[in-house]
């Protein structure tokens, strides 16, 4: 997928009750709520991070609330020191776990170094850590997991095709690759985001092709 190219134009505006600064305050306010009789936290960046994590373990047959693991959605990369500091110093016997996307994977390994959990210089020092990184995003490995023709599928089976096909038209898109298209066509509407975060997960555990930094993730927490 070109992803220099697919991020243009500019994002639009959020829409729906789905949207913006106050619904990622109200997920991560609940997460937290949670936290204090955890015994894993995952640190996520978004709330579609957190859908798509959640899917994949029911999917899985997993209870994460029974076993006392929450996934917190941190509202944007830059918070991952702020929120390894709340949750306490290494040793305190909370396991610690997180998914970041590739380009904030720098500022997740500053802020564990800083945090003093770990000093991962490389992917698989940070793996080792339990923190795992998207290519280059969630949206981008889902895309990739059920494919141009699978996503498609969806769209036509959620009423969303034709508004897929109208996106296509326009201009700024017409004749660009077609992962880029559908990924900004997911990216583009928050509330279509979340919804399809988990509709993808469960397509890609259908496929047996979820993609390896959820798989991973999961399987280690």
């Not at 003093?116 to 995003?137: I, K, S």
């Not at 555990?205 to 399987?219: F, I, S, Y």
């Amino acid at each position: 997928m070109d992803v220099t190219s697919r991020r243009e134009p500019a994002r639009t505006g959020l829409d729906g009750p789905l949207g913006g600064n106050a619904a990622s305050m109200q997920a991560t306010a609940r997460a937290l709520a949670q936290v204090e009789s955890a015994v894993a936290v995952v640190l996520v960046e978004g709330i579609s991070d957190q859908i798509a994590l959640e899917t994949l373990a029911a999917a899985r047959g997993r209870d994460l609330a029974a076993e006392r693991t929450v996934i917190v959605p941190i509202g944007g990369a830059h918070a991952i020191g702020r929120f390894l500091t709340r949750l306490g110093p290494p040793g305190t016997g909370l396991r610690l776990a997180g998914l970041c996307d590739l380009r904030e994977e720098e500022i997740f390994r500053r802020g564990l170094t800083e945090a003093g959990v770990g000093t991962p210089r490389t992917r698989a020092e940070l793996a080792q850590l339990g923190f795992f990184v998207c290519v280059a995003d969630l949206e981008d490995e889902l895309i990739r997991a059920v494919g141009s023709a699978g996503v498609e599928a969806l769209f036509e089976a959620q009423g969303d095709l034709r508004q897929f096909r109208g996106f296509q038209s326009q201009p700024a898109w017409r004749g660009r690759d077609p992962d880029a298209q559908l990924w900004r066509f997911l990216r583009s509407s928050s509330r279509r985001n979340l919804r399809y975060a988990r509709l993808l997960v469960e397509a890609a555990v259908a496929r047996d092709t979820v993609p390896q930094p959820l798989d991973v993730l999961l399987a280690n927490i």
